[in-house]
């Protein structure tokens, strides 16, 4: 398994409660440049429409090799997911007011694939509390390398 892309943000702005794999509806323009690394998860996030599960605003750069063909590199990209996983994260994101958002991007036996997380977005209080740990965690790691 290789990872291409991960979502920084997504650990920091939301506690995430639990992780599903899916895998992406690409051109193979899309899919080559996935290889070459040139995908960004910035701000993107994963919904549930009436056509199915989408991903939304996933940045995935133009493939200079394909040609002149230009698409739209943030276009609506569709999540393929078996209907009971469908099911399970529409109930989730609608009941307990989870957000589904990508975490990562990988690529297992020649499949582009997304890990969503189901996440509950923290709050301010949550993210100084999240800093305080890893900076303390810094220190001990600073500290055991001293000796």
Do not use: C, W
């Not at 991960?6 to 996935?34: H, P």
């Not at 995908?39 to 394909?66: C, D, F, W």
């Amino acid at each position: 398994m290789k990872i291409v892309a991960s979502n920084k943000r997504a650990r920091f702005d939301y506690d995430i409660l639990e992780t599903v794999e899916a895998g992406l509806a690409l051109t193979g323009a899309e899919v080559k440049s996935i290889k070459l690394g040139h995908v960004s998860l910035q701000g993107a996030y994963a919904t549930i429409s009436q056509k199915g599960p989408v991903i939304l605003n996933m940045h995935i750069r133009h493939y200079e090799p394909a040609g002149k063909l230009v698409g739209d590199p943030t276009r609506t990209r569709s999540l393929l997911l078996r209907k009971k996983e469908v099911d399970y994260l529409r109930g989730k994101s609608q009941e307990q007011g989870l957000t589904i958002v990508p975490v990562s991007v990988y690529i297992r036996r020649n499949l582009v694939k997304v890990e969503l997380g189901l996440g509950r977005g923290k709050k301010k209080y949550d993210k100084r509390e999240t800093i305080k740990k890893r900076d303390h965690r810094k220190e001990m790691a600073r500290v055991i390398k001293r000796g």
